[in-house]
Nanobody, 128 residues
Framework: LQLVESGGGLVQPGGSLRLSCAAS????????ITWFRQAPGKEREGVSC????????NYADSAKGRFTISRDNAKNTVYLQMNSLKPEDTAVYYC??????????????????????WGQGTQVTVSS
């Protein structure tokens, strides 16, 4: 499975971006998708995730109330709408997939070796 992120860029504080995660080969069916981010000098952290089975979502405290994750299975794409962006949101954003068709919840914890596919990342820079 190969994932491709897009939608990153430079935005001013308070602005918005919508990131997309698509499968360049294969399908996102039966996969839970997690958005991670990694800022320079920091560890990769989970931002938000969504299940396949019931579209259940989970958000890091830093994302609650500002970010919204969604998926369009017909378009084979998962989105991360990011509003009210802050300079501390600056990072490379990655999406990762876990095969789990019946999961009712999803995890933001980064677990080595767990994922069926990762994207190459998209840079988000929040700066005036």
């Amino acid at each position: 499975l190969q994932l491709v992120e897009s939608g990153g860029g430079l935005v001013q504080p308070g602005g918005s971006l919508r990131l997309s995660c698509a499968a360049s080969r294969g399908s996102l069916d039966y996969l839970a998708i997690t958005w991670f981010r990694q800022a320079p000098g920091k560890e990769r952290e989970g931002v938000s995730c969504i299940t396949f089975h019931n579209y259940s979502t989970n958000y890091a405290d830093s994302a609650k109330g500002r970010f919204t994750i969604s998926r369009d299975n017909a378009k084979n794409t998962v989105y991360l709408q990011m509003n009210s962006l802050k300079p501390e949101d600056t990072a490379v954003y990655y999406c990762a997939a876990v095969w789990n068709p019946y999961a009712a919840i999803c995890s933001l914890v980064l677990e080595t070796g767990r994922y069926n596919g990762w994207g190459q990342g998209t840079q988000v820079t929040v700066s005036s």
